[in-house]
Structure formats: structure tokens, C-alpha cells
């Protein structure tokens, strides 16, 4: 029911709404999930863990929300100047992350150590059945 509702809401969002209703819709929820992101982490540097995560759990709804708004109304957010030029420069800016080697080298890492992990886990997994099996044996 609830996505049905959000589907509806994004068809309204590229099909009728005036590109200022998109622009205020989109700003409201991108701007409440970077200001719970901020907060998260001030709750992180105060060592409040367990509220930071359970804080920032909420940005996450917020945050797809304004990325649908966002992807559905992206024609009518970009006939502002001012959003065309800032997206425009995100978007670059991803791009030279990207690129970078840095980037690339940490995506490899990343790889490697789910490589290892899942690797990890099967040994973890063969022992665990190992030990259940020599146990069962010795009880018989």
C-alpha cells in the first residue's frame, strides 16, 4: 500500500506538479536527511553510537525519497540555472572521483576483502560442520 502511494506520488511528481512544488518537495526531504546525516555524526564524535545509528537510520528513507523526487522531476529541476549549474558540478565531481586512483584502489580493496570474508566464512562453516560431525561421533 505504502509504495503504491510513493508510486503514485512520483507519477504526480513527473506527469503534473509545477516545477516549484518539485523544487520544494525535493528540497524538503534532502534537506532534513543531511541535517539528521549532521546531527548522526555529531552523535558519533560524542561517542552516542547506538542513537547515531538509530538517528541516521532515518536519513536513509529521506534521502531515497528526495532521489526519486529528484529522478522523476529531474527535467523540471534542471530549468532553474542555478540547480542545472549545481548539478551539473556534482556530477563532474563524481566523475573525477571516479576516475581517480585512489577510488579505484579503494574499490579494490573493498573486493578483496569480501573475497577473503566469504572465504573466511566457508572455513568458519567447514569447521563448524567438523566439529558438529566429531561431536555426533563421539556420542554414538
Known sequence: MAFHFYRRFLDY???QAERL???ILFLIP?????????LSAIMVAQFHLFSAVLLYSLKI???VISLGILHNGKEKLLSYGWFAL?????IAQLSKL???????YTVHL???FIHRSSR???WIIHAYHHLRYSINQKKT
Not at 549545481?86 to 556534482?90: E, H, L, N, Q, R
Not at 571516479?98 to 579505484?104: E, N
Open 13 to 15: 511528481i513527473r506527469f
Open 21 to 23: 512544488s518539485v523544487l
Open 30 to 38: 534532502f534537506a532534513l536527511g543531511e541535517g539528521v546525516g549532521t
Open 61 to 63: 528513507p529521506l534521502i
Open 86 to 90: 549545481c548539478y551539473t558540478w556534482v
Open 98 to 104: 571516479h576516475a581517480s586512483h585512489l577510488y579505484r
Open 110 to 112: 573493498r573486493s578483496r
Open 120 to 122: 573466511l566464512k566457508r
